[in-house]
C-alpha cells in the first residue's frame, strides 16, 4: 500500500489560471523547503495555455521577481503528459518515460488548480495526491455549491442567494427584488473566481445591476451576499489528522483592514498600507475554541483532506460565521497558511513532509 522507500513527488505549479505567476512563487518556496534527502522530486509547469513541461530543479527553485516581473512558465522545457500508473512520459526531444510519481502536490490555485479537475487527472492516473479529492475541491471552488454544502450540514453561515444566467436573462425584475431582500449592502460575487476577482461591494441597489454584470464577466453563476458589518475576518489553517485522527487546526489569524474597503484583489497583492495579517490573531480565548472547532466542523463536513483554510467572520456578539473554505490556500512561505503553521510550532519545511506523509498513507480510489 506504501510508496517506494524514496518516494518521488510530482511539484505541479503555473496553470491556466490568472493566478499562475503566484504559483510560480510557490514553486520556488516548496522546492527551497522540501526534504531532498528523503523525496526525489520532479517539478512540472504547466504554461498559461496549458502545456505540461519537465523544468530543471534549478530552474524552477530559482524563479522569482525580477524589476517587478513575476515569474511564469516559459514553456521552453520538453512536454511532458502523466500517463497511467504515475508514469511520466516525455513527448518531445527523447519521447520515453522519465519518471514514475508516487505523489502528487498541486501548487496551483483557482480554476484548474484547486477546482477539481487536476485532482480528477491525479485519480485517473491512479495516484496519491496532496489535499482534497474531486468533489470537496469543485464544491469548494464554486461558493453557491459550498455554501449549499455549508447550509445541508448546518454550518453557521450569512444569509446569500444565486443569480444564474437564467435568473439573469429571462427574470430579471423578479431576481432583483430577491436579491434585494438580503438587505443592503450587498456582496455580488462571480461564483467561481477567487482572489476577490471580480467583486462588488453594493450599497445603493441602484449600482445591483452593474455589479451583477461585473461578476458575469468571469462567471455565469453570480452569489450575492448580505454584506456584514462591524465583522473580524478571521482564517484558520486546518490540518488533517494523522491515522485517522481529527483534524488539526491552527492558531487564528486576522486580516485587520486599514481603511474602509474590503478585502479585495488590490489588498491582497498589492498590501501597502491597506491591511496587516495578524499571525496570529489576539483573540479571546471563547473566540478562539469556537473559530477552531468550526473550522475543523467545516473541514469535516466538505469531506476536506489534507489541508484546508477556512475563513470566517467574527460578529460582534461573539457569533462566528464561515465564509469560505480554500482547499489550495495560499502556499508560499510567506503566505497565511504556512505562517499560521508556523506561530502554531510546525515549520514549513515539516508542514510539507507532513503533508505528503498524509497523502502517501492514505488509499487509492473511493475513499
Ligand atoms: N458577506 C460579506 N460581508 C462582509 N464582507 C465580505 C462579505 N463577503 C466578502 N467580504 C469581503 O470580501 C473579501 C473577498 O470575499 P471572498 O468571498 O472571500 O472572495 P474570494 O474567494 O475571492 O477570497 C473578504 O475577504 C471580505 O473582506
Ligand atoms: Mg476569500
Given at each position: ?15 491556466k ?50 524589476d ?22 516525455r513527448?518531445e ?10 505523489v502528487?502536490m ?7 488548480g484547486?477546482?477539481?479537475t487536476?485532482q480528477?487527472l491525479?485519480?485517473m492516473?491512479?495516484?496519491r495526491?496532496?489535499g482534497s ?14 455554501k449549499?454544502?455549508f ?8 444569509p ?19 436579491v434585494?431582500?438580503?438587505g443592503?449592502?450587498l456582496?455580488?460575487k462571480?461564483?467561481?473566481?477567487g ?38 475576518e478571521?482564517?484558520?489553517?486546518v490540518?488533517?489528522g ?44 471563547e473566540?478562539e ?10 473541514f ?9 483554510r ?11 460565521l ?8 495560499g ?5 497565511m497558511?504556512?505562517s499560521?503553521w508556523?506561530?502554531?510550532?510546525m515549520?514549513?519545511?515539516e508542514?510539507?513532509d ?7 498513507a ?6
Open positions: 500500500m506504501t510508496a517506494t522507500e524514496r518516494p518521488t513527488v510530482l511539484l505541479v505549479f503555473g496553470g489560471s490568472s493566478e499562475h505567476p503566484v504559483s510560480c512563487l510557490t514553486a520556488a518556496s516548496v522546492l527551497a523547503a522540501i526534504n531532498t534527502d528523503k523525496y526525489d522530486v520532479v517539478p512540472v509547469g504547466i504554461t498559461a495555455e496549458g502545456r505540461w513541461t519537465l523544468v530543471p530543479v534549478e530552474v524552477a527553485a530559482a524563479m522569482k521577481t525580477v517587478g516581473q513575476l515569474p511564469t512558465v516559459s514553456g521552453e522545457h520538453p512536454e511532458v503528459v502523466l500517463g497511467n500508473g504515475g508514469v511520466l512520459y513527448v526531444g527523447e519521447p520515453g518515460p522519465v519518471a514514475t510519481i508516487d502528487a498541486s501548487l496551483m490555485h483557482g480554476p484548474y484547486e477546482d477539481g487536476i480528477g491525479f485519480e492516473a491512479g495516484i495526491f496532496v479529492g474531486v468533489a470537496t475541491s469543485a464544491n469548494g471552488m464554486d461558493k453557491a455549491l459550498m449549499t454544502s447550509a445541508r450540514h448546518q454550518i453557521a453561515q450569512g446569500w442567494q444565486l443569480v444564474t444566467d437564467p435568473d439573469w436573462v429571462q427574470r430579471r425584475e423578479q431576481t432583483l427584488a430577491r434585494a431582500e438580503l443592503l449592502p456582496f455580488v462571480p461564483a467561481r473566481a482572489s476577490s476577482i471580480g467583486i462588488t461591494r453594493v450599497t445603493d441597489l441602484a449600482d445591483l445591476p452593474d455589479a451583477i454584470e461585473t461578476a458575469r464577466e468571469h462567471d455565469p453563476r453570480v452569489v450575492i451576499e448580505h454584506g456584514l458589518t462591524g465583522v473580524r478571521i482564517e484558520c489553517a490540518l488533517q494523522r491515522d485517522g485522527a481529527p483534524p488539526r487546526p491552527s492558531l487564528l489569524g486576522e486580516v485587520r483592514m486599514l481603511t474602509d474597503g474590503f478585502y479585495d484583489f488590490e489588498a491582497k497583492y498589492l498590501p501597502g498600507e491597506q491591511v496587516a495579517l495578524d499571525i496570529p490573531a489576539t483573540v479571546e480565548p473566540l475554541a469556537a473559530a477552531q472547532a468550526l473550522a475543523v466542523r467545516t469535516e463536513a466538505m469531506d476536506a483532506e489534507g489541508l484546508a477556512v475563513d470566517m467572520f467574527a460578529l460582534p456578539d461573539g457569533q462566528v464561515v465564509n469560505e473554505i480554500n482547499t489550495m490556500p502556499f508560499t512561505q510567506y503566505s497558511y504556512p499560521l508556523q506561530a502554531t510550532g515549520s514549513y519545511p508542514l510539507i507532513e503533508l505528503l506523509g498524509l497523502a502517501l492514505r488509499p487509492l480510489g473511493l475513499r
